[in-house]
């Protein structure tokens, strides 16, 4: 197998389509947006390219126990309503440094494939701690940009995220903008802990504004609702261990 190699499973003709990116990262803001806006348009959604590479990590996916060769696949969406779209999802991210800047290209090409000039990356920004608000951060590759998105919610923070933007979201806006795109990543707010359909939910809502599509929020809004339980339980198990761990008068005694 070839380094990399693009498989052109099918070609459609869309109408100056935005390239979305969500692969896995962290809380998987990305994927969770990228899965749930094909689950949702699935009828107005073709595959049009799967990309392999060797920057993969060497495995295949099994399901009802068939294999196929770990890629990123790349849909393409002609909603009833709003942008048209290309969709890039996956479940892995490049186990390299150089294999960020090649697939980045290899996905900027595909873009290119379709007359794409438009992208938006998407991620998290971990807070370290369980939020209730979850604010959507933004950042652009032109200051035009800003105005249209803080209109719809998103905000632009001196020096955040700290350290910038790593990986291929980053790498969409650094290598994006030298190949003419105009390019923003929206980053969700998100513990950094645990999955999180809820952060998602805030990005998608600021898609949904931009682009003019119209999803159903009622299965992410589920999966929302089965992290909360998920996370009950661990404050729960916490508490006990913080009440486990407070030494009672008999303990004091021994000490002094």
Same mark, same amino acid.
């Not at 290209?105 to 998407?122: K, N, P, S």
């Given at each position: 197998m070839d380094e990399l190699d693009i498989e052109a499973v099918a070609e459609t003709t869309l109408d100056e389509p935005v390239l979305i990116e969500g692969l896995p990262g962290v809380g998987h803001v990305g994927k969770l947006v990228a899965d749930h806006l094909l689950e949702e348009l699935e009828a107005e959604s073709t595959l049009v390219r799967r990309i392999y590479s060797q920057e993969f990590p060497p495995q295949v996916t099994v399901e009802d126990g068939v294999t196929s060769l770990t890629c990123a696949e790349v849909h393409a969406v002609t909603p009833e309503e709003g942008r048209d779209v290309l969709v890039l999802t996956g479940d892995h991210q490049a186990q390299t440094n150089a294999g960020h800047y090649v697939l980045t290209?290899?996905?900027? =090409?595909?873009? +290119?494939?379709? =007359?794409?000039? +438009?992208?938006?990356?998407?991620g998290g920004v971990p807070t370290g701690e369980l939020i209730d608000e979850y604010a959507v951060l933004g950042a652009v590759t032109d200051e035009s940009l800003i105005e249209p998105l803080e209109d719809v919610g998103v905000e632009f923070r001196e020096d955040e995220p700290a350290g910038g933007i790593v990986g291929v979201s980053g790498l969409l806006l650094g290598i994006g903008e030298r190949r003419g795109f105009e390019a923003t990543c929206l980053m969700g707010e998100t513990s950094g802990y645990l999955v999180d359909p809820k952060s998602a939910r805030a990005v998608l809502e600021v898609l949904e504004a931009r682009l003019g599509f119209d999803v159903d929020y009622d299965p992410l809004d589920e999966r929302a609702d089965e992290m909360e339980e998920v996370i009950g339980k661990i404050q729960e198990m916490e508490q006990q261990q913080q009440a486990m761990d407070v030494p009672n008068d008999d303990d004091l005694r021994y000490f002094g």
């Open positions: 290209d290899a996905f900027l =090409d595909v873009a +290119e494939d379709f =007359d794409a000039t +438009e992208l938006y990356a998407l």
